[in-house]
């Protein structure tokens, strides 16, 4: 099986299960993410799109830890995050692409519903962290997102060249 997490209301990925802690239409596991109970070593793939920022430090470290126990070996979690020096930047210093709106919001979240909120920011060397503690040892972390277009998976930002400004990470 292959799992999405954060699926949310209206971008749920064709070919996954769906786990959101919201019980929109099409999702199938509701609750949150870190406490999924499915047996060890049953996922072949995990993602998570637009999902791990909307989470605290604390509940990162247990979804990873979570999501390498589901993970059949050498199996793959694949997910994004902003990153927020980047988008610092872009607030701090202007930018030809995005505006001052755009850079508050995705530096805190479009808080569109309850938990559309940003509460964690991410560079390299945390994600880095966070991954080898939670027991992954292949991790490529890019500013492409080929991993998800490779599959299929469309989000309007992939299409960006100039949004640079995410974090793409493969984690096995």
């Not at 927020?84 to 607030?91: E, N």
Request: proline share 5%; net charge negative.
């Amino acid at each position: 099986m292959k799992l999405e997490l954060g699926a949310g209301p209206d971008r749920q990925t064709p070919g996954y299960a769906h786990n959101d802690v919201n019980a929109f239409d099409g999702i199938d596991f509701v609750g949150n993410a870190w406490e999924l109970q499915l047996p060890s070593g049953s996922l072949e793939e995990v993602i998570a799109i637009s999902f791990v920022e909307h989470l605290t430090y604390d509940k990162v470290e247990r979804l990873l830890t979570n999501v390498k126990r589901m993970l059949a070996p050498g199996d793959a979690f694949i997910f994004d995050v902003p990153d927020i020096v980047q988008w610092a930047s872009y607030l701090a210093n202007g930018s030809d692409v995005f505006d001052t709106t755009y850079c508050l919001k995705t530096i805190y979240g479009w808080q569109r519903w309850a938990g559309d909120e940003h509460v964690s920011g991410w560079t390299e060397p945390l994600l880095r962290e966070y991954l080898t503690k939670a027991g992954f040892d292949d991790v490529t972390i890019t500013t492409l997102p080929t991993e998800f277009v490779n599959r299929g998976i469309y989000r309007y930002r992939f299409t960006r060249p100039q949004d640079d400004a995410h974090f793409y990470i493969t984690a096995r």
